[in-house]
């Protein structure tokens, strides 16, 4: 079924209707979209308000087009001579209608539907729009606040009984579906053979084996031999198009970004196709693609992680009853003796007093170019400005730190098993604890993880983590040795006479046994 269109949505694709018109593009593209969304009034407006993107910022970086002023009426756009909608704008529309669809069976497209859907599919905007933070999790929330429903595939869908597709319908659908099964196929283990063989993770790469593997069992429910005899490359049209950004790529990081959006665009052929074969094809295509998304979001975030705390091997824990001469002093010199990321983590002080100091240790760290991060509380975080949260497993989940914080703050989560650690990577982490190692002075533990559970997370864990607890100058060559890069300390730092000279020593043992 056709979701209808918002009277705001439909202002909107005839406005940038209008603007394309107007510029002289020969067709409506994403920025076009995206510029009309901004001028109407209306939820995607708000939404990207809440964001910062403002129209101004958005002419900018998309020039090329004079602004419009808003249209009143459809009609008078009818009556224009205009452009199409070009292939990406046609697909958010597409997905858009899709997203409307699963929120409900009557719900309409409205604007905020159609920014969820420039967001998901792979344009200039699309990437812009992630670096200015508009994440598609976080963007989903958004609209099915707005909505009022959730976006989550429906569990139970009422079945809509199709009337049996005539032979020519099913060789057709047959022939689309086997053209996108090879597509995804061949486009999954191309992002495999990144992850596996660049990365080097065989975490994400069991996660994408095993949906490749439900991949080829939800195929096998079209029988191989129909869909074989329904293959007929010779007199495909589309084996001779090629465009000219498929014939190049600048770097392995591209060929990946490409063929994850290839694997998506391929299954949503067969979630869409697979319906006219048999009702439930659909929706099992439809769990596919959402799972290809979480795992593209962990593909992704931990490449982007590693781009982030890229040399950031030190990590210090402060607390003031663990200083000698106070806090503020052994944070700086800890600064000068190589520590790069500093997490403020007082039980007891008062808030009032944890804000003021977060902001004094905001800007040592700034100078210093260091990290800040604030532990247990999210709202503290974004008062004082630091670069992230640390959360551990009892206390806010990483999803509500995450609401609260935003997207382009770190959220790092303390893992004790290595169940933990993999779904603390799914969940999107940015980086991880793993500990702790040995007995600490600083906390009690009553069991203790180990340098088994350092193992376990150098051999599958290539998302950022730092090995945690009890690590001093004495047993840090051990926890290299078990495959840690990196390390986060409290007492071995903070509790000694001279903080740099402790840090340093710390500093230079890593790089000795990396
Ligand atoms: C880098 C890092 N790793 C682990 C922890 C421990 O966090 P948590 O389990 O929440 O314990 P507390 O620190 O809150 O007592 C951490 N803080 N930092
Ligand atoms: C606060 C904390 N969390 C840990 C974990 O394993 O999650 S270990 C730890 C204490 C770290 O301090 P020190 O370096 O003095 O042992
Ligand atoms: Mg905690």
């Known amino acids: 079924m056709q979701q209808p269109l918002t009277p705001a949505a439909q ?18 593209a994403p920025r076009h979209l995206l510029r009309s969304l901004l001028l109407e009034e209306s939820r995607a407006s708000e939404i990207l308000g809440g964001f910062d993107v403002e129209i101004s910022t958005v002419e900018t970086v998309f020039p090329d087009e004079k602004s419009v002023p808003p249209v009143e009426t459809t009609v008078e756009s009818a009556l224009t001579e205009t452009v199409p909608f070009d292939e990406p704008s046609a697909w958010a529309i597409q997905e858009a209608r899709h997203l409307a669809g699963i929120q409900g069976r009557h719900s309409e497209v409205g604007t905020e539907h159609l920014l969820w859907g420039l967001l998901v599919v792979d344009s200039d905007v699309s990437a812009w729009l992630r670096e200015q933070g508009v994440q598609r999790e976080e963007l989903t929330q958004l609209v099915d606040e707005k909505t009022g429903f959730s ?15 005539n032979v020519s319908q099913r060789h057709n659908a047959m022939r689309i579906i086997d053209a996108a099964a090879n597509r995804a196929r061949e486009g999954v283990r191309v992002v495999e053979d990144y ?6 993770d065989a975490h994400l790469s069991a996660l994408l084996k095993s949906w490749r593997h439900d991949f080829a069992a939800a195929i096998s429910a079209i029988a191989p031999h129909d869909l074989a005899a329904a293959r007929d490359t010779l007199s495909d049209v589309g084996t001779t198009i090629s465009t000219t950004a498929e014939a190049q790529r600048d770097s392995a990081a591209e060929v990946l970004q490409a063929n994850l959006k290839r694997v998506q665009e391929a299954v949503r052929t067969l979630e869409e196709y697979g319906k006219i074969l048999a009702a439930d094809l659909g929706g099992q295509f439809e769990q596919l693609r959402y799972r290809f998304y979480t795992l593209e979001k962990s593909i992704l975030s931990t490449l982007h992680n590693q781009a982030r705390l890229a040399g950031r091997n030190l990590y210090l824990l402060v607390s003031e009853a663990l200083c000698h001469h106070g806090s503020g002093p052994a944070i700086r010199e800890a600064l000068a003796g190589g520590v790069s990321i500093v997490q403020l983590r007082e039980k007891e002080m008062p808030d009032r007093q944890l804000v003021e100091f977060g902001r004094r240790v905001r800007q040592w760290t700034r100078e210093a170019g260091a990290l800040y991060i604030m532990n247990d509380r999210p709202d503290l975080a974004v008062l004082t400005d630091a670069d992230g949260v640390h959360v551990g497993q009892e206390e806010l989940s990483l999803k509500d730190a995450r609401r609260i914080v935003g997207t382009e703050k770190l959220v790092g989560v303390s893992t004790h098993t290595i169940e933990q650690a993999r779904q603390a990577v799914v969940e999107g982490a940015d980086y991880i604890g793993v500990g702790p190692v040995f007995s600490s002075t600083t906390k009690q533990f009553t069991d203790l993880a180990g340098l088994e559970f350092v193992r376990q997370v150098a051999a599958e864990i290539t998302l950022p983590w730092y090995a945690i607890g009890g690590i001093t100058a004495d047993n840090i060559a051990q926890v290299a040795e078990a495959g840690a890069t990196r390390v986060a300390v409290s007492s071995a730092v903070c509790s000694k006479e001279n903080s740099q000279t402790a840090a340093s020593q710390l500093m230079t043992a890593l790089s000795n046994n990396r």
């Open 11 to 28: 202002r909107v694709l005839d406005r940038a209707t209008e603007i394309a018109t107007t510029g002289q593009s020969s067709a409506v």
């Open 151 to 165: 976006a989550a595939p429906l569990e139970t869908d009422v079945r809509i009984e199709f009337s049996q597709p």
């Open 195 to 200: 992850v596996r063989f660049i990365s080097d």
